[in-house]
């Protein structure tokens, strides 16, 4: 059982390029969401899906795209990255309801030079 | 506004020893649930307890459990007998029901430091 998956583990990127990070989970999980953890801030949400074909904006969208067409895979996006988009990226995924946790992937982390 | 509110950046403890990490929440929602994950050095998030806002008893898994007091909003966590490996990042997060408990929302976490 892989969980979920996160692909590229490290990324550099200079300023202007646009990249996707790739999320796939195999829980058959109807929720997934992104995160970028920076020092001294915890981790915040990006954007979110609640199952596939339906997306939304969490804290801290501004510069960022997601879309969900299948139940297992959420990529996100970065149009026109900016050295404000240096972190780590979190994919987690869960089944719908309070008492489930989120199972997270490995984290990309990104550069922006 | 804060919804969850961390405010010990760092903490240490001596091996063996129990140690109380604070979080506090704020919601107008009923029903709510409260998880801590354990983020150690290599990075990856994992998953340690899990409150319910209904549930009458504290949780508890293993050396972990969760100091749940609903009127104060506070999900303390309370790791016994403290082991150089519980050495980690700690974060403190809430799903609430308004919006189909659809975003799980973190704290900023606490460093905790275990010393021999």
């Known amino acids: 059982n892989a969980g979920v998956t996160q692909t590229p583990k490290f990324q550099v990127l200079k300023t202007g390029q646009s990249m996707t990070l790739q999320c796939a989970q195999d829980?058959?999980?109807?929720?997934m969401s992104w995160y970028r953890q920076d020092p001294g801030m915890g981790l915040r949400l990006i954007h979110y899906?609640?199952?596939?074909?339906?997306?939304d904006q969490g804290e801290v969208p501004n510069g960022y795209n997601v879309s969900r067409s299948t139940t297992e895979d959420f990529p996100l996006r970065l149009l026109s990255a900016a050295p404000s988009q240096t972190s780590v990226y979190f994919c987690?995924?869960?089944?719908?309801?309070?008492?489930?946790?989120?199972?997270f992937g490995s984290g990309t982390r990104l550069t922006v030079v | 506004a804060q919804k969850i509110t961390q405010t010990q950046p760092g903490m240490f403890v001596q091996e063996k020893e129990a140690v109380t990490l604070d979080c506090t929440y704020d919601t107008s929602d009923p029903s709510y649930g409260l998880f801590w994950y354990k983020q150690p050095s290599s990075g990856e998030m994992i998953f340690l307890i899990y409150q319910g806002s209904y549930d009458q008893q504290n949780a508890t898994e293993g050396r972990y459990s969760l100091n749940f007091q609903k009127a104060r909003k506070s999900a303390n966590l309370v790791i016994s007998a403290s082991q150089l490996g519980d050495s980690a990042m700690y974060f403190c997060?809430?799903?609430?029901?308004?919006?189909?408990?659809?975003?799980?929302?973190f704290g900023a976490g606490t460093r905790l430091a275990v010393h021999p």
């Open positions: 997060a809430m799903r609430e029901a308004s919006g189909g408990y659809n975003k799980l929302i």
């Open positions: 987690a995924s869960s089944y719908r309801g309070a008492s489930y946790g989120y199972t």
């Open positions: 829980m058959n999980h109807e929720y």
């Open positions: 899906s609640v199952g596939a074909g339906i997306t």
